[in-house]
Structure formats: structure tokens, C-alpha cells
């Protein structure tokens, strides 16, 4: 009797050892979703989605169901619900308000998740390649969704703005600089979240310098008059230092700047602080050779020559 006891206590705590990890696990995993669940809880339902439900102590309602395409879900005991349009914390009020309205469950639990999104997407503009709604399933991360709208452009920024579909009062701003950890920037990302990525200030530096083009302003921050003629690969030998144009966008309109380039290298003039989508036009010394044309037209010509580049 002694070792039958002894063979069945052995057995037990075995069996304890190998359900105690397995019940571990379970619960992580209710935990799991029941985070993702609270997370889901100001998402929008649409048509088509994917509903998981469960009414605890109902078993008929204990179910996945998919949202037609007039918005509609048919379900037991309780019949057709309209639930597109509605938050996920809505139609669980509205499930449990219409169980407690026809008798069936005096304080009802109601667990509401939706499994797949089949029209909430994540919607992608800004400084990307092909900007648009994209049906992202699952969860995503930030570089997916860049990703899926062809990548950043040229003129992309450092900057992206995230606007969460469950928090609209808050914007989440992340900074894709070297500077930050890669994966920190990698954030995740859920349908109906909106990215924006910024665009970076860009000088042109056209005319009688060597490299003529577009120069990003890093960390839109500034840029000198010096440094975006140095980014140039410096003027020419027929450069006139002494009428160097500087255009200006302002709320009246473009504004014309001269400047001095001559006195700046000679220490006799401070150098000055360029703004986003200012053009440098640096002209020749005999200013008489653009002849009827005039500056204005030959800054124009310049201009297009420097965005055809950059299209192709």
C-alpha cells in the first residue's frame, strides 16, 4: 500500500510539473490578446472584417462571423447588428446591451476582437514613392508600410509623423535620422494609422557654378550662402561674385536678393543664412551675354534643366 501511494504521489507532482508550464503558457496567451484586444478598443469596424466574439457563458456566442457588405453581422439569440462604422468598444456595448434587452444574460461579458481588416488599411503620403491606402494585415511595422509605398523619395525628411488611429488627439513623431537606433525608429503599426513623411529643405544653387543642382538641408535645419556654393563645387572662372541673386518665396510673392559675393569672401560682408527652396542663381561677369532672354529667363532655364534631372 505504502509504495502505491508512493508511485501515485510521484505521479501527481509529475503531472503538475508538466501542466504547471502548459497553464503558464495559456494564460500569457490570454494575456497576450486580451492586450491587443484593449488596444483594438477605438479601431473602427468595417465591411468585410473578420469578427472574433465571445460572450462568456453563452456558447452560442462564442464565434467568428464576418461583417457583410452592408455592414451587418448575424448573430445567435440576438439576430442583425449592424457593427461597420462603429468602434470596437461601441459594439461590444451595443452586443451586451442587446443581450441584457431580450433576457438572455443579466450582466454580460462581451469580448470583441477583430481578427483580420479587410478595408482599414494604413494610409502612407508625404515624401513616399507611391503614397496611398495600403491593406496591411497583421501587425506591421513602420518600414513595412514605407516599404509597401515604394520608399522614400529624394527629398525625403528625417521626420515621420505617426497619427494613430486609437489616440487622434496625439501625434507620435519618429526621427529616421543615423542618429537614432534603427529599430527604436521601427515602430509597429496598425490599420487605420496614418503616416506622414516630411519632406527636407532644399536650396538651389544654379548659374555659373560647377555642380548646379538641388542641395538637401540636413536635419532641416539651415544652410549657408558659403556652404550651399562650396556643395556647388564652387563658382567659375566667369562667375560675377559681385551680383549673385538669391530668389526668395515669400507670402507677396518671389522676392530678388543681391548679394555680394565678392565682399563675403573678403571678409567685408557676414555670410547669410539660407532658406528652404531659396535659389542661388550665380550669373556670369558680363551680365550683357544673356542678352534679351535677361537673368529671370535664364534662372527659369536653369530651374528646368535641374528638375529634369532629378525626374529622370
Known amino acids: 500500500m505504502r509504495v502505491f501511494r508512493y508511485w501515485m504521489s510521484v505521479l501527481v507532482l509529475g503531472l503538475m510539473g508538466f501542466c504547471s508550464p502548459l497553464m503558464r503558457a495559456q494564460g500569457a496567451e490570454n494575456n497576450s490578446q486580451s492586450a491587443t484586444m484593449s488596444d483594438q478598443s477605438a479601431m473602427t469596424i468595417g465591411p468585410g472584417d473578420l469578427i472574433d466574439l465571445t460572450v462568456f457563458h453563452v456558447p452560442e456566442l462564442v464565434l467568428k462571423v464576418r461583417v457583410d457588405s452592408n455592414g451587418?453581422?448575424?448573430?445567435?439569440?440576438?439576430?442583425?447588428?449592424?457593427?461597420?462604422?462603429?468602434?470596437?468598444r461601441d459594439?461590444?456595448?451595443?452586443?451586451?446591451?442587446?443581450?441584457?434587452?431580450?433576457?438572455?444574460v443579466i450582466k454580460p461579458e462581451v469580448s470583441l476582437f477583430i481578427e483580420e481588416f479587410a478595408t482599414q488599411g494604413i494610409t502612407v503620403y508625404g515624401e513616399v514613392a507611391t503614397p496611398g491606402i495600403y491593406p496591411?494585415?497583421?501587425p506591421h511595422k513602420l518600414y513595412d508600410a514605407i516599404s509597401a509605398a515604394g520608399g522614400l523619395t529624394l527629398k525625403a525628411g528625417h521626420t515621420v509623423i505617426i497619427l494613430r488611429a486609437r489616440r487622434q488627439d496625439r501625434e507620435e513623431v519618429i526621427d529616421l535620422s543615423g542618429g537614432g537606433s534603427i529599430e527604436k525608429a521601427n515602430v509597429a503599426v496598425s490599420p487605420g494609422d496614418t503616416i506622414i513623411v516630411s519632406k527636407a529643405g532644399v536650396v538651389y544653387v544654379l548659374g555659373e557654378v560647377n555642380k548646379p543642382g538641388a542641395f538637401l538641408i540636413e536635419n532641416n535645419t539651415s544652410i549657408s550662402l558659403l556652404k550651399s556654393?562650396?556643395?556647388?563645387?564652387s563658382t567659375t572662372k566667369l562667375a560675377s561674385l559681385k551680383h549673385v541673386m538669391i530668389i526668395r518665396k515669400s507670402s507677396g510673392g518671389?522676392?530678388?536678393?543681391?548679394?555680394s559675393l565678392d565682399k563675403i569672401y573678403r571678409a567685408k560682408a557676414s555670410d547669410m543664412q539660407l532658406h528652404a527652396e531659396d535659389i542661388v542663381f550665380v550669373p556670369l561677369s558680363n551680365v550683357k551675354n544673356y542678352?534679351?532672354?535677361?537673368?529671370?529667363?535664364?534662372?527659369?532655364?536653369?530651374?528646368?534643366?535641374?528638375?529634369?534631372?532629378?525626374?529622370?
Open 291 to 312: 542678352g534679351a532672354m535677361g537673368i529671370t529667363a535664364a534662372i527659369q532655364a536653369a530651374l528646368y534643366s535641374v528638375y529634369a534631372v532629378e525626374l529622370h
Open 229 to 233: 556654393i562650396a556643395l556647388a563645387g
Open 254 to 259: 518671389m522676392v530678388e536678393i543681391e548679394i
Open 72 to 88: 451587418v453581422v448575424s448573430l445567435p439569440l440576438i439576430g442583425d447588428l449592424k457593427l461597420a462604422g462603429m468602434t470596437v
Open 136 to 138: 496591411l494585415m497583421g
Open 91 to 104: 459594439a461590444q456595448l451595443l452586443i451586451a446591451r442587446e443581450l441584457v434587452e431580450h433576457q438572455l
